[in-house]
């Protein structure tokens, strides 16, 4: 069975750098494409971008002039990096797998809560 | 303001029918397939539906959904109170994932 499964500081300052980890266990990494997604408190989701095993990306154009989504083939792992981060940037951050660009996400990791604040 | 327009809340009795309406655009619901998801408080989303209407392995067939140009709907037959949860719909949108603002279901 697929687990993803997130890393990272739960708290980051203001204009500092989010950085998150995604490892991913039970499959390769290979062959398929990984997202990162988030949900602030109390609201909706937001996709950010994904990575293909390749390196190809794609990015929400709201988020895209601060992310930068990257792979590890051969730890198994993926990463965010949010840059310039504010108070609107604190959320439970998911990463997740798709079988292709279009279709949906279906394995998640559990998500993980980055707070931004001084 | 979610690309995605769904109702904030629904809510229905145990053993009835309910449905979540999604509505979009041309460049999402009117040119791609749609997709839900169902959510606890805490919990990741578990993907519902695919393609409109296809059910994972494992989703019971009280969980059906449709497509009418550029709007979907997910439907939840036999209501169970385990059903309380939020649900969003999703829809790939020229090159980029877009979701609805979720719908609160409650089990009265």
């Known amino acids: 069975q697929v687990q993803l499964q997130e890393s990272g500081p739960g708290l980051v300052k203001p204009s500092e750098t989010l950085s998150l980890t995604c490892s991913v266990s039970?499959?390769?990494?290979?062959?398929?494409?990984w997202s990162w997604i988030r949900q602030p408190p109390e609201k909706g989701l937001e996709w950010i971008g994904y990575i293909y095993h390749s390196g190809n990306t794609n990015y929400n154009p709201s988020l895209k002039s601060r992310v930068t989504i990257s792979v590890n083939t051969s730890k198994n792992q993926f990463s965010l990096k949010l840059k310039s981060v504010t108070a609107a940037d604190t959320a439970v951050y998911y990463c997740?797998?798709?079988?292709?660009?279009?279709?949906?996400?279906?394995?998640w990791g559990q998500g993980t809560l980055v707070t931004v604040s001084s | 303001q979610s690309v995605l327009t769904q109702p904030p809340s629904v809510s229905e009795t145990p053993g009835q029918r309910v449905t979540i309406s999604c509505s979009g655009g041309?460049?999402?619901?009117?040119?791609?397939?749609v997709s839900w998801y169902q959510q606890f408080p805490g919990t990741a989303p578990k993907l519902l539906i695919y393609s409109n209407s296809q059910r994972p392995s494992g989703v019971p067939d009280r969980f059906s959904g449709s497509k009418s140009d550029s709007s979907a709907s997910l439907a939840i037959s036999g209501l169970q109170s385990e059903d309380e949860a939020d649900y969003y719909c999703a829809a790939w949108n020229d090159s980029l994932w877009v979701f609805g603002g979720g719908t609160k279901l409650t089990v009265l």
């Open positions: 041309s460049f999402n619901i009117g040119s791609n397939t």
């Open positions: 997740a797998r798709h079988r292709s660009s279009w279709f949906p996400p279906y394995y």
């Open positions: 039970g499959g390769s990494i290979s062959g398929f494409y």
